[in-house]
């Protein structure tokens, strides 16, 4: 156990060897707040009604407790927890998430969902499992095959119920929350509490404890002054959007806060692959080994830490310029603890987080509860990049320039002189002094994307994954996407504007409907809905694309 755990535990909340094991294989050093809250409550088999957004950690608050009871409630062959989720990819998600931390305790766990052949779904179930995370329109579906037995569910959890709503699930979750034993348990967990929400929750719990993780505001007047930007990244790009970001700024010293000593490691790794001097920091290290480290970070031979909130806990550095969230925090307090590091004593400092798609509204209610102005960018392009290579190289030709060392070199230009016009010498030597300071060209373009809104929610991927589960018919375009492979690519100077505008100009589709695409050095590939898949094809081959013909069809990896 680490000396500087101050904080509650895992253990402290009364959880089973068997999990304690896995949250510490998995890096988490303590419980996030609406952990804190939630896990003692639903173990102890009460209701729940928690406000909470992606990102809070509240996967693990329902799971945990579910598996706590595993060996108690288990039922042969029949599933002892269904969990209620809105889209396929949460689906996939939470189960994941279960097989996690459930992998000791031998936890069957299925996720069902519309789209995904249903036969295979049926043999599993038949073969038995504890725990189904399901979204309710393919529920509803094996519940009326009589596949799905819900006889012997002690725990529902509604996950994302307000999107739920939303998507037009009410008469389903109803129906499926009818066929549950009177007696279950019923957790229900949403971002917002719409009235609607309230009504579904009285209907169907029983005398909740009510939950709501981050009200209060933060004390005026306390804000350092920070200037707090946030970047929209998939999380596959995050570690390329990170080194631009990081070139891009240009940091004296930074920390890099990751949620799992796991996350801390493989970033470090990476970072330093790329040839940053980063350095980890965790609660599994020796106190010995964190001095080392501080120590290397305070005489400049590293200049970013990579860190857990544990483990920067009480840490002051003097010199720290720069705050990075690789992800969004957990809880407003903890992003408010993260950045009064910096910004200190009248100094600038600068907060970056690293938000993906689905968490625009975790970073809301962080502005509110921080009483902060975060603003989003984009990721800094390939362009951007080269064009802050060349702004730092003039800068330092700019400081030979005014210092006064410059001439024993005249000879040199002098000659040269006799046979190339100046500027084109000078043109050389900036080339020569460019190279040398620019280290390598790393010229791979991030995905352009924006945040999943809520409007979006139930619609088609709005910059990245794939088909997002069933919904209702009325909610087009939904469903399924195809994937466009387009013969022009980096090498003929393609981004992803041009593609969406080539799409939006001239067929039916718009900005919002295209999903992820991936700019290649010879070719890309663009995410459509898959109804649409032909006519799209049809006018992109009907059409230029920044000025050139391209080969246009469906790709078919
Ligand atoms: P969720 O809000 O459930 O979507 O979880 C957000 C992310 O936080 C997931 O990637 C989890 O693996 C991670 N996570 C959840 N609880 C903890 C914790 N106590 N410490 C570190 N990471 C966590």
């Known amino acids: 156990m680490n000396t500087d755990q101050d904080g509650p535990t895992f253990a402290e909340l009364g959880l089973r060897p068997e999990l304690l094991q896995a949250l510490t294989t ?36 329902f799971s945990l407790p579910v598996l706590e009871h595993l060996e108690a409630h288990r039922a042969g062959r029949s599933p002892i927890a269904l969990v209620l989720v809105p ?5 996939v998600q939470v189960s994941e998430a279960f097989h996690r931390y459930g992998k000791d305790l031998g936890a069957r766990v299925l996720p069902v969902y519309g789209g995904a052949p249903i036969v295979r779904q049926l043999r599993s179930l038949e073969a038995g499992v504890d725990v189904v995370v399901a979204t309710p329109g393919r529920a509803l579906d094996l519940l009326n095959r009589g596949s799905l037995r819900l006889d012997e569910i002690a725990t529902v959890v509604l996950d994302e119920a307000d999107e739920m709503l939303d998507m037009g699930f009410a008469e389903d979750l109803d129906a499926i929350l009818d066929a549950t034993p009177e007696q279950r348990q019923t957790v229900l967990f949403s971002a917002t509490m719409p009235r609607r929400l309230d009504a579904l929750a ?25 200037r707090q930007t946030a970047y929209v990244v998939p999380r596959a790009a995050k570690p390329a959007a990170l080194g631009r970001i990081l070139d891009i700024e240009a940091p004296t010293a930074a920390i890099v806060f990751c949620r799992t000593r796991e996350e801390v490691d493989t970033l470090t790794e990476t970072l330093n692959g790329r040839g940053y001097r980063a350095e980890p920091l965790h609660g599994g290290m020796s106190q010995e080994q964190r001095d080392k480290v501080m120590g290397r970070l305070r005489s400049g031979t590293a200049d970013l830490l990579v860190a857990t909130d544990v483990a920067a806990r009480g840490l002051d550095i003097e010199q720290l310029t720069h705050v990075v969230n690789y992800d969004v925090p957990s809880a407003p307090e903890s992003y408010v603890h993260r950045i009064g590091r910096v910004g200190r004593a009248g100094r600038e400092g600068v907060a970056i987080t690293l938000a993906e798609p689905r968490e625009h509204r975790q970073l809301k209610t962080i502005e509110k509860v921080a009483g902060a102005t975060i603003s989003v960018q984009t990721v800094p392009t390939v362009a951007d990049l080269r064009a802050r290579r060349l702004d730092l190289t003039r800068a330092a030709l700019r400081e030979s320039l ?3 060392e410059l001439d024993r070199f005249r000879v040199v230009v002098e000659t040269l002189a006799d046979e190339f016009d100046l500027m084109e010498v000078a043109l050389a030597a900036v080339k020569l002094a460019h190279e040398a300071v620019g280290g390598t060209d790393d010229d791979e373009e991030i995905p352009q994307v924006g945040f999943r809104t809520d409007r979006d929610a139930g619609r088609g991927p709005a910059g990245q994954g794939s088909g997002r589960g069933e919904r209702p018919a009325r909610r087009a375009p939904g469903g399924p996407t195809a994937r466009l492979f387009v013969g022009l690519g980096r090498e003929a100077g393609i981004r992803p504007g041009d593609l969406v505008g080539a799409i939006t100009g001239e067929t039916e589709l718009r900005g919002k409907d295209i999903g992820s695409i991936e700019i290649h050095q010879r070719f890309a590939l663009v995410e459509i809905p898959e109804p649409a898949a032909d006519e799209v094809v049809q006018a992109l081959r009907a059409t230029m694309i920044k000025g050139r013909k391209a080969t246009i069809r469906r790709d078919r990896a």
């Not at 889209?87 to 689906?91: G, M, Q």
């Not at 169907?204 to 709501?212: E, F, G, N, Q, Y």
């Open 87 to 91: 889209t396929r990819e949460l689906a």
């Open 202 to 226: 009285r209907r169907h719990l029983r005398d909740p404890a009510r939950i709501t993780i981050a009200k209060e505001q933060a004390p005026a007047g306390e804000a350092p002054r920070v």
């Open 402 to 404: 005014l210092g006064d």
């Open 26 to 61: 998995l890096g988490y050093e303590e419980p996030t707040p609406i952990q804190l809250e939630a896990i003692p409550l639903v173990i102890e088999g009460r209701d729940l009604l928690g406000q909470a957004a992606t990102g809070t950690g509240k996967t693990a608050a």
